[in-house]
């Protein structure tokens, strides 16, 4: 069983339009958290939820908003996509604000054209 | 801001000889990691260290962790092409509220 699963996996589309990646954990885990991968594989958090409550935030675009409506379920949705917002995103979950490390799904790698 | 640093960035090795990345990071954190990530995929975790002094091995991977100096270093033991992949040193922080802040990672090419 995958225990941090993202889909899709592959996500190919137009500037201008809104999508939307999903990550389920069947961890048990209450907080999860979006990272960024850049084309040089920069790793830069985006946002984190614990039990449902947003707790981190960094500096994104407002085009980014994150949801989650369960502490198994974290999703990301973009609106207006931006040729900058290429990259791979990648979900990870964790216990108790990292207690039990850190675990990460496979990755969404967007490419706006 | 938690700044973590990795050197190099690029190390290409040699099979059989060995190598030792250097992560430094900038203030004081809870705990550090090791990830390993091959080509288009996630991020495998290696190794956590939580106090000064802490050693891990796994393999011919051994990691260890000086708080004092903020620095922690991973040793390659006779390098083989299976270990070709990216490595990423990370930390966080109650300070910080736990994000976990990556370096740049080091890329390695093991060659025969």
């Known amino acids: 069983d995958t225990a941090v699963s993202q889909t899709p996996k592959y996500l190919v589309t137009q500037m201008g339009n809104d999508k939307s990646i999903k990550c389920e954990q069947n961890?048990?885990?209450?907080?999860m958290y979006w990272y960024k991968q850049d084309s040089k594989k920069f790793l830069k958090i985006m946002f984190s939820?614990?039990?449902?409550?947003?707790?981190i935030n960094e500096t994104v675009p407002n085009r980014f908003s994150p949801k989650s409506p369960d502490k198994a379920h974290l999703n990301l949705h973009i609106n207006s996509l931006e040729l900058g917002d290429s990259a791979v995103y990648f979900c990870?979950?964790?216990?108790?604000?990292?207690?039990?490390?850190?675990?990460f799904g496979s990755g969404t790698r967007l490419t706006v054209v | 801001e938690l700044k973590v640093e990795q050197n190099p960035l690029f190390l290409s090795m040699q099979e059989g000889k060995n190598y030792t990345i250097y992560c430094n990071y900038s203030?004081?954190?809870?705990?550090l990691y090791w990830y390993r990530q091959d080509p288009g995929k996630s991020l495998e975790s290696l190794f956590v260290?939580?106090?000064?002094?802490a050693v891990k091995q796994e393999g011919r991977l051994m990691a260890s962790l000086d708080t004092k100096a903020r620095l922690s270093t991973l040793h390659i033991t006779a390098a083989v092409h299976d270990l070709s992949a990216t490595y990423f040193c990370?930390?966080?922080?109650?300070?910080?509220?736990?994000?976990?802040?990556f370096g740049a990672g080091t890329t390695v090419t093991v060659r025969a």
């Open positions: 961890l048990g885990h209450d907080t």
């Open positions: 260290l939580l106090s000064n002094g």
């Open positions: 203030t004081t954190s809870d705990r």
């Open positions: 990370a930390v966080d922080s109650r300070l910080n509220d736990y994000k976990l802040s």
């Open positions: 990870a979950s964790t216990l108790s604000r990292g207690i039990a490390g850190y675990t």
């Open positions: 939820y614990n039990n449902k409550e947003l707790i």
